[in-house]
């Protein structure tokens, strides 16, 4: 098996250990800390669940011995795709405690990410739950051991069927449940948005991310007091830890899992649970604002709403206040690392026209022309950055690391950026064939190979058009040969391929053909830009 590692160069190791970012602590020592602490309050609401910090910790103990007791081995890598439910935590703090690795996948994956996920990981486990939003995950299990056989135990949270369930694992009374991980060990796989291709694994310790949330806790001002309320698919790094579920029951807050994320269900459970605090990608805070004038629920429990994912236009982000009454705070970070603010006593101005400044002293923000010079004061450039949260490399995959990192260990993101004096960040975009739809980020690349394999499709190129909903939504410019098929019936085609729905482009357009230069060559990025570019053109005029 492939070692799970991310190493910092020693010299710099040692200063975020001095500066007090890395405290030796892991995800198992600080919950087992707020179970003593405080073992009555309530951490965590969920449907009808309500656990206290005890509570909590005494279930992720009893799965942990169970996953154990099943035959997996402590090193161990498990792919979890659960939706906003309780047992999402308790999951994954049973795996931390059991030294079993989380791979996190999306509720909206299906077969092709799900196998990839698995294979690059070399998992041996699968916890799902039984169905959400009227999808049978089960079937999705069974197809996924049928594609990669190595994934032994497959664990459904409940009816499971042909599977064991979460509820009925064997008790492990005899298992003897290994010491906590050395802080500085890889402690989960998240995803990557790739921009070529499909997600990449991003390693992450306990040591740089448990600094990362818990230094957005303190940007955040949680307490004992707050209530976050997890609106966003949880799995994704924003709601996770800016400062999400992890940051929340960092500080002692309660943790409320909506879920979906829409203002039907949402604003019950703001009024009920006396939200204080939650995170929207800019597409849903547009709903919530068109939806608050009109409901009967009480919203004033919200101190702060959250926006990041995307960029969330100014005019926008000037409705938060008036509408919602409440702080607008902008995030703007990735699952690599990086993770930028806008603090709650800026002004007004700062807060609705910048995406924020990084959560540490020691993140070392470059913004770069595309020779790799810096670009002067308040130009657009290509934003690099390295620091005490983010990563170092990426797991098992040299040409990413070669194209993503510097040999100086600088992280290059792909996004444009401007800096203001004060050293915020405004966003520009991205600087390669990425598709950021809603918050989800897509592989123009991936979605092209997807349409070549329709016998009907000769050649296709898919761009990012914007969208004053989705911020981003993808275009699919064809080349068909033989019959021309409807775009419907080939985003129809498109669903049948087992990828996530929201990778199915938005629109399809019919091109005769693509331009080329003298030589008959063109570049999949020079091709893409100038068909955006066209295709805009034509809709203005």
């Avoid at 669940?49 to 169970?66: D, T």
């Avoid at 310790?205 to 448990?210: A, E, L, R, S």
């Avoid at 982000?317 to 993770?339: H, I």
């Avoid at 050293?423 to 975009?429: D, F, K, N, R």
Wanted: hydrophobic share 45%; net charge negative.
């Amino acid at each position: 098996m492939i070692p799970l590692k991310q190493a910092w160069p020693a010299e710099f190791a040692a200063r975020y250990r001095a500066a007090g970012y890395w405290r030796g602590e892991t995800f198992t020592s600080f919950l087992r800390e707020r179970a003593a602490a405080m073992p009555e309050r309530i951490a965590v609401v969920g449907g009808d669940q309500r656990w206290s910090f005890a509570e909590l910790e005494a279930r992720a103990e009893r799965i942990a011995r169970g996953l154990l007791a099943l035959g997996l081995k402590p090193g161990d890598r498990v792919v979890v795709q659960l939706p906003n439910i309780a047992e999402f935590l308790s999951a994954v703090f049973g795996l931390f405690r059991a030294r079993l690795v989380p791979v996190y996948a999306l509720p909206a994956h299906r077969i092709v990410e799900i196998a990839h996920f698995a294979r690059t990981a070399q998992a041996r486990g699968y916890i799902v739950a039984a169905g959400h939003e009227g999808f049978d995950y089960r079937t999705l299990a069974a197809e996924a051991r049928r594609e990669v056989p190595a994934l032994d135990h497959v664990v459904v949270v409940g009816d499971g069927g042909d599977f064991p369930s979460l509820d009925t694992l064997p008790p492990g009374d005899e298992v003897k449940l290994p010491a906590d991980a050395d802080p500085s060990e890889v402690a989960f796989l998240q995803i990557s948005g790739g921009s070529t291709g499909l997600s990449k694994l991003i390693p992450r310790t306990h040591d740089d991310y448990i600094y990362s949330f818990r230094a957005s806790a303190e940007i955040c001002r949680l307490g004992p007091s707050s209530v976050y309320l997890a609106a966003l698919p949880v799995a994704h790094n924003f709601p996770m830890s800016s400062p999400g579920v992890f940051g929340a029951l960092y500080a002692g807050s309660r943790v409320v899992l909506a879920p979906s994320p829409s203002p039907e269900v949402a604003f019950p459970l703001i009024a009920r649970e006396s939200v204080t605090i939650t995170g929207l990608v800019p597409p849903l805070a547009l709903l919530w604002l068109q939806a608050a004038p009109g409901t009967a629920h009480d919203l004033s429990s919200l101190d702060v709403l959250q926006v990041g994912g995307a960029k969330f236009l100014t005019e926008s982000a000037r409705r938060v206040k008036p509408v919602l009454g409440c702080t607008l705070q902008q995030v703007f970070g990735m699952a690599e690392g990086l993770v930028n603010y806008t603090r709650l006593d800026d002004d007004e101005e700062t807060i609705v026209s910048t995406q924020g400044r990084p959560i540490s002293p020691d993140d070392e923000v470059l913004i770069l022309d595309d020779a790799g010079s810096p670009v002067p004061e308040g130009e657009a450039g290509n934003l690099l950055t390295r620091g005490p949260y983010t990563i170092r490399a990426y797991h098992n995959n040299d040409g990413a690391n070669a194209r993503a990192f510097t040999p100086d260990g600088f992280y290059r993101t792909g996004d444009v950026v401007k800096r203001t004096p004060e050293g915020y960040l405004v966003v520009q975009g991205r600087a390669n064939d990425h598709i950021n739809r809603a918050g989800e980020k897509i592989s123009a690349e991936e979605i092209e190979d997807h349409l070549l394999g329709h016998a009907n499709v000769f050649d296709a190129a898919v761009v990012s058009l914007p969208d004053e909903f989705l911020g981003e939504r993808s275009c699919a410019f064809v080349i068909a040969q033989g019959e021309r098929p409807k775009a419907a019936a080939l985003k129809a085609w498109m669903r049948t391929r087992g990828l996530a729905d929201f990778k199915v482009p938005d629109q399809i357009v019919f091109v005769d053909a693509f331009e080329t230069t003298a030589v008959g060559k063109v570049s999949r990025k020079e091709l893409r830009a100038s068909l955006r570019r066209r295709f805009l053109e034509q809709a203005e005029g």
